[in-house]
């Protein structure tokens, strides 16, 4: 089955840019799409098809994507960053199935 | 305001059976697909099925498919989760997610979850 990776952490002091990966045979054919959780509540998307910014998110959230791999950038992290984020994408069989990468803990200390 | 309530989580017997609904309120239902997600007690996201506008088209997670089912009334702007055969991995917090559209993509709300606990 499809699998989408992302590094399990990232840590990045205040002010500083974090980039969180995602890879993906399927990503030169699909959009990927990120999500931020915080603890104890439901995800927020934060970016849609590769680099899009939903309105009320943040202008230092930022996304791209290039081949195999989307990336989600942080420019001048905030401690209020700190929590988990997902990628999610479909396969390329074109099914609609989706799938989320296994997540990335952001530490802003 | 888009607002999606999730109901039914409960906890079960390994084997068990269980249905899970999702009100939603805040749009025109019957204008979006609609999907479930889970995630299990301090793990990652696990996408577990979409159902059309119409309810014409479902997907599922290799992980459930043939022991769950979704639904929908369109004129009720209720979405369902049959889950039947469960296991203990399947104990999660589930949500529904709202579509951008009538065709699958991606989801832009989710609700708060219901939680599911599968253990004897």
């Known amino acids: 089955s499809y699998e989408l990776t992302q590094p399990p952490s990232v840590s990045v002091s205040p002010g500083q840019t974090a980039r969180i990966t995602c890879s993906g045979d399927?990503?030169?054919?699909?959009?990927a799409y990120w999500y931020q959780q915080k603890s104890g509540q439901a995800p927020v998307l934060v970016i849609y098809?590769?680099?899009k910014r939903p309105s009320g998110i943040p202008e230092r959230f930022s996304g791209s994507s290039s081949g195999t791999m989307a990336t989600l950038t942080i420019s001048g992290a905030q401690v209020e960053d700190e929590a988990d984020y997902y990628c999610y994408s479909t396969d390329s069989s074109g099914n609609h199935r989706g799938v989320f990468g296994g997540g990335t803990k952001l530490t802003v200390l | 305001e888009v607002q999606l309530v999730e109901s039914g989580g409960v906890v079960v017997q390994p084997g068990g059976s269980l249905r899970l609904s999702c009100a939603a309120s805040?749009?025109?239902?019957?204008?979006?697909?609609m999907h479930w997600v889970r995630q299990a007690p301090g793990k990652g996201l696990e996408w577990v099925s979409l159902?059309?506008?119409?309810?014409?088209?479902?997907y599922y997670a290799d992980s459930v498919k043939g022991r769950f089912t979704i639904s929908r009334d369109n004129s009720k702007n209720s979405l369902y989760l049959q889950m039947n055969s469960l296991r203990t991995e399947d104990t999660a917090l589930y949500y529904c997610?709202?579509?951008?559209?009538?065709?699958?993509?991606?989801?832009?709300?989710w609700g708060q979850g219901t939680l599911v606990t599968v253990s004897s």
């Open positions: 997610a709202k579509d951008t559209a009538m065709e699958p993509g991606w989801f832009d709300y």
């Open positions: 805040g749009f025109t239902f019957d204008d979006y697909t």
């Open positions: 098809e590769d680099s």
């Open positions: 399927a990503l030169p054919k699909k959009y």
């Open positions: 159902i059309s506008w119409d309810g014409g088209s479902t």
